[in-house]
């Protein structure tokens, strides 16, 4: 056997080339086969004779490497044949029968390593076919996948950043509009820019925006003013003005009415960017059927935020998406022509003709932008489909008409604004002149926001009635039908195992598909095994709503589709709902459907009791340490919230709503006072609610309150009285909904739960069914698991395994390794709260999701390397929190309170260690993590039952992720807007802290945000380069994590002492 380079010489060591064998036994050759025995078996060149005394060879057309151990690495086929369990199958003959596919565009046909097997895939790119889409440039219902669209529309950035540096070089620019991305004031400053200031009318928006400026540090060039252009004022006048409030109809925002009404804000009113919006006109041929078929499922989440934004559906101004080239069957005429350099009169008639150039069925006018941000850059989006699709004008009421070359159409066109005296509406009238002597009638609109829905056939088929909406969804090719079309015309050993849809192929430099770049998830390591048993598919439905993923299989791993802590207590949560009582430690022991099933199936729970409960209980160990750290001042120890409406919210709903919710959670009725020296928890059984409210009308925002305000109603929770309250702020223009609960009776993951319940509450209210309304089932209460967790302190068999030595030995390193002395309070902390962009977060959790580790594994990396920048040290005690939510191994009575409210935290001693790299840091730190389950629960309990002082550390830093609040943020209710950050203070101004640091992260929607409190030694400059290696590190673990996905996915190398049956795998 040989390996043979394309010159026909033995290839080196690490150089792939063909395997080549010869020998007694070879064949002849292929039987009947003249040309593939010509093409295989050859004589052996001169090159090789010295290493043969064969005269004939068989080169087997499988290629490999020897490595330095003269180990065979295996690289795969050099040409269109696989073997595939004992067949040899021909790749492009799959790929012909996928490509008579009508729905596909390429195909690519491949083999590829499932563990110790090679399975066949194919790698689809489905034909881009004319599709619907709303027109959403004038509508306010851009999101971060707009935004984000646009920010990576390059050629669209290319001409405006090349606009820019013309001529906002040390100028005042004003934008309009930045929206959450503020891209345009960022091309601006990069374009030599003096100072932008960015008007953004919605105040989500504003934020987002604000936010973005100020992770990237641009806040000293970049001001975002939430206003209205037609009533801003800026500080200073404006030497040019920047916008991008333009759709696929230039005007169709109302750009000339807004830019129009800024012009007093510059130096000279003609410095508009862009200068100009051509909007040209064409014929087109479309196949309407092929429009009726339905929206994609993006598209129509869009239509569903226009038409509730409107308060019901109408019809609309639609655009089409994937144009073809062909289906222009005329030459351009003018649809709409604004000059922004001049006074844009908002209304206008003009006449313009279209000539036909092809004979086609017309069913159309299809209107696109040509945007002139100078006279020399300049952008035709027709074919684009990028930041603006063109938008379609059906003719003859959604019927064609067939047409021939010097056919022409004479249109007049009438803008006028519509309702809104924003807003364009557009008319068209006119005729179709035929060489034929044939004329007929053009009458039709394209308004946009019309008072009818399905008020034309063409409307009617594209919104028919049907049972599931008045949105029709088209549904996607799925890689289960392209496999069930193979079926009927191919063997099924020739049936791709697995289908992937993609956009486009990575290709070599020669412009062949890279084998190596194609995309396989990690699932493809084995067949999907299917659920079994009623248990199975109870988990799998719970799985699927919790971790949004539509296909599991019985094998899936929880924390491979993305599943964390928190997550495990959702699923909890939702199995406790069915009477199965687990934890989130089984969880984490058996990750897969069938290996949870087993235990589940072990663990049917009774009933829990639904009713109000009520009575005295014993405090949790976590509020036995808040007293005997900080006394009576522990009732100003607060986690609060707020809810920002868009207008004003009802009282009455809000009340009820309330009222359900604290007869639902008990321990939102809790006080807590003395009894017998000792402080016990009460929860009262009678539910009575009051709502506080506050009149604020004077200011427009929150933050204009006078913070004194706020530290009144922060520190008015004490013994014997209600420790949650919710007081209505009424500002001038919308209601605020505060929400204060002191942290004895609660904690992250309840605020999660409240949360999710009040949402249903508000939701169903509005719709006027609160009678209607049902929570979920309530878990164990408050109050008897900590009667139970009271119990485990004189349980033996449970508290002998609580790891004691492991405690006192990190006590004991505290005690000879610390030598700091807080003393600050938390009315002389400073606080620093820094963002992490949202695209690095989610690259990071992305790759996560497929490695062993989890989230904050890589957070207390990353925290190791920024510390040891600031103390000079690679070990550093601190402290961890955990939920508290899991039962203890030992523990034999196992109580679900995955959805009791209540503060369940517990927290414990972490010794971070650095290695020499990060990768090795985050190895060793993830053993260590996985040693001890439940370690809060675990070491509160020895502090608590034992002698304090044993266990009593004094570590300098404490950690604590709060988990990915980005859902709530964004889901909460379309009403409502959640906000974490409330003013006034949440502790006792002179509550000791215990650390020089604390680190607190949670995700929102803007990305990783990280408030860092500390005392006055450290500078504003260490704690910014703090942060930045905290940054840095997760940028280098990110790509850590890459290779590691990588390096688990390839094919290991084996040696060379095979047996025959495996040489003939290879060879044949």
Known sequence: MWIVTDDHCLAPVGVPGEIWIAGEGLARGYVNDAQAT????????????????????????????????????????????????????????????LLAHHEIAAAHVAGYQAGEQTKLAAWVILEQQPELWPSVAEFYVYDDVLYGAMANDEARNAVYSAAFRRYLKDKVVLEIGPGSEAILSRLAVQAGAKK??????????????????????????????????????LPEPADWCISEIIGGIGGSEGAAKLINSCRH?????????????????????????????????????????????????????????????????????????????????????????LSITQAAPLSGL???????????????????????????????DGQTKTVAPGDELILQIERRLCDNGLNPDFYITGQLQQSNGESTAIDCHSLHQSHHFRDSEFYRRVFPEHQTGVILEKPALQATSIQEYLIDRLPHYSVPHLINLVDSFPLTVNGKVDQSRL??????????????????????????????????????????????????????????????????????????????????????????????????????????WAFSTFGDQAFWFNQNCMLHAAGRLNENSLTQAFTHLLAHHDLLRAQIHRHNDAYVCHIGGEVVFRLETSDQRKVTEIDEMDTACFNQWQSGFCSEQPLFRVILIHLKEHDVLLMLA?????????????????????????????????????????????????????????????????????????????????????????????????????????????????????????????????????????????????????????????????????????????????????????????????????????????????????????????????????????????????????????????????????????????????????????IQQMVSLFKDSLIKLTEYLTCYHESHSETSSFDIDITNEELDSIFD
């Open 38 to 97: 010509e093409m295989a078996f050859v004589d052996v060149p001169e090159s090789l004779r010295l290493f043969t005394d064969q005269t004939r060879m068989y080169k087997t057309g499988d290629l490999a490497c020897r490595d330095r151990e003269g180990r065979l690495i295996y690289a795969g086929r050099n040409d269109h044949q696989v073997k595939i369990n004992a067949f040899r199958i021909d790749t492009s003959e799959v790929e012909n029968h």
């Open 742 to 1022: 002191s942290h004895l009776i609660i904690d992250t993951v309840s605020w999660r739960i409240i949360l999710t319940d009040l949402t249903t509450l508000l939701t169903d209210a509005h719709a006027q069914l609160p009678s209607k309304t049902k929570l979920p089932s309530k878990t164990d209460s408050y109050g008897r698991w900590s009667q139970h967790v009271m119990q485990l302190k004189s349980d033996s068999s449970v508290m002998h395994q609580l790891h004691h030595d492991h405690w006192k030995s990190l006590a004991e390193l505290s005690h000879t390794t610390s030598t700091h002395h807080c003393g600050r309070t938390a009315g002389t902390s400073r606080s620093h709260t820094f963002c992490i962009d949202n695209t690095l977060v989610a690259a990071l959790t992305e790759q996560l999701a497929q490695t062993p580790y989890q989230t904050e594994h890589v957070y207390l990396t990353a925290l190791g390397r920024a510390l040891q920048s600031l103390t000079g040290h690679q070990e550093h005690l601190i402290t961890m929190e955990g939920h508290g939510r899991s039962g203890l191994p030992a523990d034999k009575v196992r109580l679900n309170i995955s959805r009791t409210v209540g503060w369940f935290t517990c927290f414990y001693p972490f010794r971070l260690k650095n290695q020499p790299d990060d990768a090795a840091t985050l190895q060793q730190l993830a053993a260590e993590a996985g040693e001890i389950t439940e370690p809060g629960l675990a070491y509160m309990l020895c502090r608590w039952a034992e002698n304090d002082a044993q266990y009593q550390f004094t570590p300098q830093v404490s950690f604590n992720y709060l988990g990915d609040f980005s859902q709530h943020q964004s889901s909460a209710s379309a009403d409502l807007r959640l906000d974490l950050d409330v003013p006034g203070l949440a502790q006792h101004p002179d509550m000791p802290c215990e650390h020089e640091l604390d680190w607190l992260m949670l995700r929102e929607a803007a990305g990783l945000m990280v408030t860092i409190s500390c005392g006055q030694q450290y500078s504003d400059e260490q």
């Open 366 to 396: 299809i209107c696109w932008l040509q945007l002139y941000v100078d006279q020399d850059n300049y952008l035709d989006s027709l074919f684009a489909d990028k930041s603006w699709l063109p938008v379609y004008i059906p003719l003859f």
């Open 519 to 624: 995309p396989l998830p990690e699932t493809t390591g084995s067949e999907p095994v299917p659920l079994s048993g009623t248990m199975e598919q109870e988990i799998a439905r719970i799985w699927q709503q919790v971790l949004s993923v539509s296909q599991i299989s019985a094998e899936d791993n929880f924390f491979a589709l993305g599943g964390d802590s928190i997550s495990a207590i959702r699923v909890v949560a939702g199995l406790s709902e069915v009477n199965i009582s687990l934890d989130t430690r089984d969880i984490f022991l058996n990750p897969t459907i069938a290996q949870l099933a087993l235990v589940a199936d072990k663990h049917r729970s009774e009933t829990i009791d639904q009713g109000i409960v009520s009575g005295t209980f014993p405090l949790s160990p976590v509020q036995r």
């Open 265 to 353: 804000l510059l130096k000279d009113p003609s410095h508009m960017l862009p200068m100009r919006t051509l909007t040209s006109l064409a014929a087109v041929s479309l196949d309407h059927d092929m429009l009726y078929a339905g929206f994609s499922p993006i598209a129509s989440h869009y239509i569903t935020q226009i038409f509730e934004s409107n308060g019901q559906p109408f019809d609309l101004r639609l655009c089409i998406k994937n144009l073809p080239q062909q289906a222009v069957i005329s030459d351009y005429g003018v649809f709409e022509d604004l000059d922004y350099t001049q006074p844009v009169p908002p209304e206008a008639t003009h006449e313009t003709r």
């Open 196 to 233: 932008v200031y960015a008007i953004e009318l919605l105040e989500e928006t504003y934020r987002k925006a604000t936010e973005k400026v100020k992770s990237l540090g641009l806040e000293e060039k970049i001001e975002i003013i939430h206003a209205d252009i037609r009533q801003a004022v």
